[in-house]
């Protein structure tokens, strides 16, 4: 059984920039749901797809958008990077059960 | 809205002694709660949940949990700590299955376990 997986592991931005991180979910997983944690905090839910459609949004602008893809693999996108967007981003799986999540996209913004 | 609290940032503990860390919820309707565990440069790891049933849950690594529907709480616990335990510990919430899937995580606990 092959864990969550994230892509990249790092990534340095400037401001202004766009980025796109993904996730490949557990294997069986239709569900993929996309937190950021900033340093020294708890994860913070961005949203989540279930079977590519956007299933429920947290307190994030529009400039994150994510898809979802037939094999549930998933994109987190960014748009017009912000320094406050630095953060790990962790990406979760799961299929009517606890969330597996993968390591995460460490993300700077200069 | 739903939430969660850890009142305590660190935890110190000696190998060997029993841990606790603490956490309360708040929800509208029935909680399910979850205990995740953060290594460093590390995802979140699964831990154990509670969904209905009994109020002492076991789960991985030989942690078990807690949960008081009167005083809102839901502590993890291990009898004998080890060093390897030490990590950065997440309580979540979310409310009944219905609607997304999404968890509410506490700011976290630091344990420190020490030889």
């Known amino acids: 059984e092959t864990g969550v997986t994230q892509s990249p592991t790092h990534l340095i931005k400037t401001r202004g920039q766009q980025v796109t991180l993904r996730c490949s979910s557990q294997?069986?997983?239709?569900?993929v749901s996309w937190y950021q944690q900033a340093l020294g905090q708890g994860p913070q839910f961005i949203f989540q797809?279930?079977?590519?459609?956007?299933?429920g949004r947290g307190n994030f602008p529009p400039r994150f958008s994510g898809l979802q893809f037939p094999n549930y693999s998933s994109e987190l996108n960014v748009n017009a990077l912000e320094l406050d967007d630095s953060a790990l981003y962790l990406c979760?799986?799961?299929?009517?059960?606890?969330?597996?999540f993968g390591p995460g996209t460490r993300l700077t913004v200069l | 809205a739903q939430s969660v609290a850890q009142p305590e940032d660190q935890v110190n503990v000696a190998e060997g002694n029993p841990l606790t860390v603490k956490c309360t919820y708040s929800v509208s309707g029935n909680p399910y709660l979850f205990w995740y565990v953060q290594y460093p440069n590390r995802g979140l790891q699964f831990l154990l949940k509670?969904?209905?049933?009994?109020?002492l849950v076991k789960g991985s690594y030989g942690f078990e949990a807690e949960f008081n529907k009167s005083q809102t709480s839901f502590h993890l616990k291990k009898p004998s700590a080890l060093v390897s335990d030490s990590a950065l510990y997440f309580c979540?919430?979310?409310?009944?299955?219905?609607?997304?899937?999404?968890?509410?995580f506490g700011t976290g606990t630091r344990l420190t376990v020490i030889p």
């Open positions: 509670y969904i209905t049933g009994d109020n």
């Open positions: 979540a919430v979310r409310d009944e299955p219905a609607g997304a899937n999404n968890l509410f």
């Open positions: 294997s069986g997983h239709n569900t």
């Open positions: 979760a799986s799961s299929l009517q059960g606890p969330q597996f």
């Open positions: 797809y279930y079977r590519e459609e956007e299933n």
